[in-house]
């Protein structure tokens, strides 16, 4: 069982990247999926989640705009589609979803997640 981040990188402001998240070993889609970020010294903060249908989304106000989440459901991957990055977005990248809640609502709360992959690192220069 097995959550895959990748995708990340270094990048001028402006620039883009897609974050991928890959599962492995369980029925990724019927669950819903998050994507959180954190830098040293700071709790883990929302950025945006899908349901297990790929329907509904939700976005941090930071980003709302800027990013946009989907899925894949026949290649069991989320993507993290970056567009506009701010140095504010340099962050190790997670994905998470919530296999408590089968066919379930998305949440805005870390500590909803139960199975989290390791994180991919954004740097964003100005």
């Known amino acids: 069982v097995q959550l895959q981040a990748s995708g990340g990188g270094s990048v001028q402001a402006g620039g883009s990247l897609r974050l991928s998240c890959a599962a492995s070993?369980?029925?990724?889609?019927?669950?819903?999926v998050g994507w959180f970020r954190q830098t040293p010294g700071k709790e883990r903060e929302f950025v945006a989640a899908?349901?297990?249908?790929?329907?509904?989304?939700y976005y941090a106000d930071s980003v709302r705009g800027r990013f946009t989440i989907s899925r894949d459901g026949a290649e069991k991957k989320v993507y993290l589609q970056m567009n506009g990055l701010r140095p504010e977005d340099s962050a190790l990248y997670f994905c998470?979803?919530?296999?408590?809640?089968?066919?379930?609502?998305?949440?805005?709360?870390?500590?909803?997640?139960?199975?989290w992959g390791q994180g991919t690192l954004v740097t964003v220069s100005s």
């Open positions: 899908v349901s297990w249908s790929g329907q509904y989304t």
């Open positions: 070993g369980f029925t990724f889609s019927i669950y819903p």
């Open positions: 998470a979803t919530r296999t408590s809640v089968r066919y379930g609502e998305f949440s805005l709360k870390s500590s909803d997640y139960t199975f």
